[in-house]
């Protein structure tokens, strides 16, 4: 049972601290037709899953909130996104070419190396056409900037419904 307290320290802790997109209107206007640009000529559900793998490495719980909902309500499974997390130890629940794309997204969100390493990139290039591999990496920038302001802002899960931007 928490104390009222706790609960006042948990709210504290957890309330927004910048509405971003009021103070800086033109930035989010930005945001908004980069994230559409870069998810031309994408297949959906393969965008709907680099959008869910890099905002769990980022620790961006409204990113994860709002794209798990998007790839529910666009016929993803339940069992996919839940095994997301674990993608390299359940392989088996992605194609070969959702696979390239995942492993390219971790590489590209967590820089800590310094860099993309190359089988990585040539893996992800095998499954992918030139401008298709482009769009892939912009999509892949973009939810990193996305889950940037999120997580310094601190936005709050658990009210978006898909449709209802």
């Not at 909902?69 to 070969?96: C, N, P």
């Not at 939810?143 to 310094?152: C, D, E, H, K, P």
Request: charged share 25%.
């Amino acid at each position: 049972m928490s104390t009222a307290q706790e609960t006042v320290e948990y709210a504290t802790e957890h309330a927004p601290r910048l509405a971003w997109a009021e103070h800086a209107p033109e930035v989010y206007k930005a945001m908004i037709r980069l994230d559409a640009a870069a998810r031309r000529g994408l297949d959906p559900t393969l965008y709907e899953l680099v959008k869910i793998r890099a905002s769990q490495l980022n620790h961006c719980a409204f990113c994860l909130d709002m794209h798990t909902k998007d790839a529910l309500a666009a016929g993803e499974s339940v069992e996919r996104i839940v095994q997301l997390s674990a993608w390299e130890e359940s392989r088996h629940f992605y194609t070969e070419k959702e696979l390239a794309a995942l492993e390219l997204t971790e590489a590209v969100t967590v820089l800590t190396d310094g860099f993309v390493p190359d089988e990585v990139y040539e893996r992800a290039a095998g499954h992918f056409e030139e401008a298709e591999l482009a769009q892939l990496i912009a999509a892949i920038a973009v939810i990193n900037a996305w889950n940037r302001f999120g997580v310094a802002t601190r936005m709050v899960p658990g009210h978006y419904e898909p449709g209802h931007q």
